[in-house]
């Protein structure tokens, strides 16, 4: 059984900074594929990064240069360190596993006010 707990979340000025932690149970967190997804009000669940088992990193072009995706496997937590923030990120953020399956969080509310 695979339980993810996303923390970090809150309310931050524009141009600030947040860091999201996602502590993650389960013996697949070390060979799973990790990352976070958000989603704004009206739209669509977004990817916005992902990290393989292998510590490869893939960013949505919205968020490139300004996060940074993280893992440590010894710890089973994977973090998103979020900088330069904009209005245009609030949203809730969830975490992912995924091997075989997906596994999600229960999100954590981000706003980025002007």
């Known amino acids: 059984q695979v339980q993810l707990v996303e923390s970090g979340g809150g309310l931050v000025q524009a141009g600030g900074s947040l860091r999201l932690s996602c502590a993650a149970s389960?013996?697949?967190?070390?060979?799973?594929?990790l990352g976070w997804y958000r989603q704004a009000p009206g739209k669509q669940r977004e990817l916005v990064a992902h990290i393989t088992s292998s510590g490869s990193t893939s960013y949505a072009d919205s968020v490139k240069g300004r996060f940074t995706i993280s893992r440590d496997n010894a710890k089973s937590t994977v973090d998103l360190q979020m900088n330069s923030l904009k209005p245009e990120d609030t949203a809730v953020y969830f975490c992912?596993?995924?091997?075989?399956?997906?596994?999600w969080g229960q999100g954590t509310q981000v706003t980025v006010s002007s």
């Open positions: 992912f596993l995924s091997w075989g399956t997906n596994y």
């Open positions: 389960g013996s697949i967190f070390r060979i799973g594929l």
